[in-house]
């Protein structure tokens, strides 16, 4: 799909779409309780991923509005052997359910895009190895089988935090306590601090200790433990049914935010829908997007990277800054600093990228004399767009936009911006 965007200031008031990082882990919370409700859900691709994989796995979901399911389940021993889940393009559908798959003992296999089954899953393999599981990557598919029980475990902390999250969820089912320890740098901390708020929202009792997670075996629900009933084991293997709402994203609400800031006095627009309170690390957006407006040119990106393009997009407005914390970016949908220094140039924006930072220079913002491309990565496509509406410009492959925020051209234009859609 190609878009052109007409240079036009946002107005009025816009929500923030829901939280896709939250969906993920309350959908499988959920899956694994016996019938819980998630409402606020937004149909990504991304979620759309998270929940046929979930339903290949034995779990039963039921649509009962627009943005709210029926779901519940699933357990281990349920999951069908030689199962095949299609991860499409979400890393976090394929990092968070493979622990769970190897925890069932059975044969599962996951498919997804060339670039996803590109991305590193080495903890995994490794864990499966040391533990006599199997772990085959060939091609476009890769195959567990066994390979994770309860005990303790040791996670390097600057890779991804998904690899936690993956193994949180799936040691909740062991049959006993287990522990994950993080080694320093722990990068993107906020995020394992979702997961464990989603978990005890769900009766699981995880505990925190400095850089070390304690997780509880065969997850007792609060609901039995509030009647006091006897504690069988179809108690014990099932997560507490709840009725849980998503809450708004910080992650996609710092385009809006950004819109916001690029409309300035003349034609104010107003992003709502944020959590006050939440742990998701992105919401240091509006801090890093006001702050960079008022002439800071430092920033660390280490623990919100998914922040990146919307921040090397708005530097090149504002004349440059200087990022640090970038090296997972090469790992993502796109390598994201590769990615925005190819488009930034046709602003007339430098782009520098080094091992784990990254330079922004821009002396005047231009118009960009060819069609921008997305490269297939949500983000990219966002962040171009917001430039877009300084210049104006076209970006080929703007349907990426799909993976996270599927209505945010047609939130943007009812907000008066313009856009046209090839």
């Avoid at 895009?113 to 085959?136: A, C, D, H, K, T």
């Avoid at 509406?389 to 008066?416: H, L, N, Q």
Wanted: net charge negative; with cysteine; aromatic share 6%.
């Amino acid at each position: 799909m190609l878009v052109r965007i007409f240079p036009s200031k946002a107005h009025g008031t816009v929500s923030a779409p829901p939280s896709k990082s939250v969906a993920h882990r309350a959908l499988i919370c959920g899956a694994l309780s016996q019938r819980s409700t998630i409402s606020g859900l937004a149909w990504s691709e991304d979620i759309s991923a998270t929940c046929d994989c979930l339903r290949a796995m034995g779990a039963q979901i039921e649509r009962i509005s627009e943005d709210t399911v029926a779901i519940g389940g699933l357990t281990p021993a349920g999951i069908p052997d030689g199962a095949v889940l299609p991860c499409r393009e979400s890393g976090s559908t394929l990092r968070f359910l493979i622990p769970i798959a190897m925890i069932s003992g059975k044969t599962v296999h996951f498919t997804g895009s060339p670039r996803l089954m590109e991305r590193p899953l080495g903890i995994y393999e490794e864990i499966s190895n040391i533990q006599g599981g199997l772990f085959v990557r060939d091609g476009q598919q890769i195959t567990v089988r066994g390979g994770l029980c309860a005990g303790d475990y040791e996670v390097v902390g600057n890779i991804s935090s998904q690899f936690i999250t993956g193994l949180m969820l799936a040691l909740s089912l062991a049959d006993g306590e287990s522990r994950i320890r993080v080694t320093e740098p722990f990068e993107s901390r906020s995020y394992t601090d979702i997961t464990a708020s989603v978990l005890r929202e769900f009766g699981v009792s995880v505990r925190c200790e400095g850089n070390e997670f304690v997780i509880p075996g065969a997850a007792v629900s609060e609901d039995a433990k509030d009647t006091s009933e006897e504690v069988t084991e179809t108690v014990r293997s099932r997560f507490a049914d709840l009725a849980y709402t998503v809450e708004g994203d910080c992650s996609n609400a710092a385009f809006l935010e950004a819109l916001a800031l690029l409309a300035e006095e003349t034609s104010p627009l107003t992003v709502t829908g944020v959590p006050a309170d939440t742990c998701q690390g992105d919401r240091v957006y509006y801090e890093m997007l006001h702050e960079m407006a008022d002439g800071r040119k430092e920033f660390d990106v280490s623990d919100c990277p998914d922040l990146a393009p919307c921040l090397f997009a708005m530097a090149a407005y504002y004349g440059g800054a200087h990022f640090t914390g970038t090296a997972r970016l090469a790992i993502k949908e796109s390598d994201r600093g590769a990615a925005m220094a190819e488009e930034l140039a046709n602003f007339g924006a430098e782009v520098t990228v080094g091992a784990n930072e990254v330079t922004v220079a821009c002396e005047a913002l231009h118009g960009p004399t060819r069609i921008l491309g997305g490269h297939n990565d949500h983000r990219i496509v966002m962040a171009l767009a917001l430039l877009c509406t300084v210049t104006g410009g076209a970006i080929e492959g703007a349907e990426a936009v799909a993976k996270s925020y599927p209505d945010f051209f047609r939130v943007i234009a009812g907000a008066g911006i313009m856009v046209e859609t090839e």
